[in-house]
C-alpha cells in the first residue's frame, strides 16, 4: 500500500520533467515528438480494440506519427500563433 501512496508525487515528477523537455526543441522536433505520441496512443488504442497487441500498435502508431510529424512543414508561422507577415 506504501507504494501506492507515492504514486502522485511520481507522476507529478514525470510530468515536470516532461514539460520542461519541450522548452529548447525546434518547431520540428516539437511535431516529431507531439506525432510520435499521438500515434502511440492511436496506434494502441486500435490495436486493443481490434484484439490485436497493443504495444505493436503503440510502436507501429508512434513510428508513424514521428515520421509524419517531422515531415510536415512549418509553413514559416511564429509560434505565438499570429499570422505570417
Not at 15 to 40: D, E, F, I, V, Y
Not at 49 to 64: P, V
Request: charged share 10%; proline share 5%; glycine share 20%.
Amino acid at each position: 500500500m506504501r507504494t501506492l501512496a507515492k504514486a502522485p508525487a511520481a507522476l507529478a515528477v514525470v510530468l515536470t520533467l516532461a514539460l520542461s523537455a519541450c522548452a529548447n526543441m525546434t518547431n520540428q522536433q516539437q511535431r516529431s515528438l507531439s506525432g510520435g505520441a499521438m500515434g502511440a496512443a492511436g496506434g494502441a488504442a486500435v490495436a486493443a480494440l481490434t484484439g490485436g497487441s497493443a504495444g505493436l500498435g503503440a510502436l507501429i502508431g508512434g513510428g508513424g506519427g514521428a515520421l509524419i510529424g517531422a515531415l510536415i512543414p512549418d509553413n514559416g508561422r511564429p509560434r505565438d500563433g499570429s499570422p505570417r507577415r
